[in-house]
Nanobody, 125 residues
Framework: QVQIVESGGGLVQAGGSLRLWCTAS????????MGWFRQDPGKEREFVAG????????HYRDSVKGRFTISRDNGASTLTLQINSAKPEDTAVYYC??????????????????WGQGTQVTVSS
């Protein structure tokens, strides 16, 4: 049974930092591209960052480039998202997602097959 668990969300002041973690079990972690998405109430879920199976390719949405860093540890089946210089507009529920087995990284939520429960990030101004 596949399980995806996120942690690390919380409240941070603007300009502050936060790290999100995602652990996965029940599958061959290293064979799946991974991504972080976020969603505000009343808005569509949006791509934040993605990483290829080996970690050699990274992609970010423009608004987080230079502030967010995605990384993975295949040995520990863990994905992280480091958030620096947080802004109020980063406030959302953040979701960890795993893509198809042996697939390339994707920006599209429809290409991800396993999702965590989400963790709330709130940035106060």
């Amino acid at each position: 049974q596949v399980q995806i668990v996120e942690s690390g969300g919380g409240l941070v002041q603007a300009g502050g930092s936060l790290r999100l973690w995602c652990t996965a079990s029940g599958l061959a972690f290293s064979r799946h591209p991974m991504g972080w998405f976020r969603q505000d109430p009343g808005k569509e879920r949006e791509f934040v960052a993605g990483i290829s199976r080996t970690g050699g390719q990274l992609h970010y949405r423009d608004s987080v480039k230079g502030r967010f860093t995605i990384s993975r540890d295949n040995g520990a089946s863990t994905l992280t998202l480091q958030i620096n210089s947080a802004k109020p507009e980063d406030t959302a529920v953040y979701y960890c997602a795993l893509g198809q087995y042996n697939a390339e990284m994707s920006f599209q939520a429809l290409d991800y097959i396993y999702w965590g429960q989400g963790t709330q990030v709130t940035v106060s101004s």
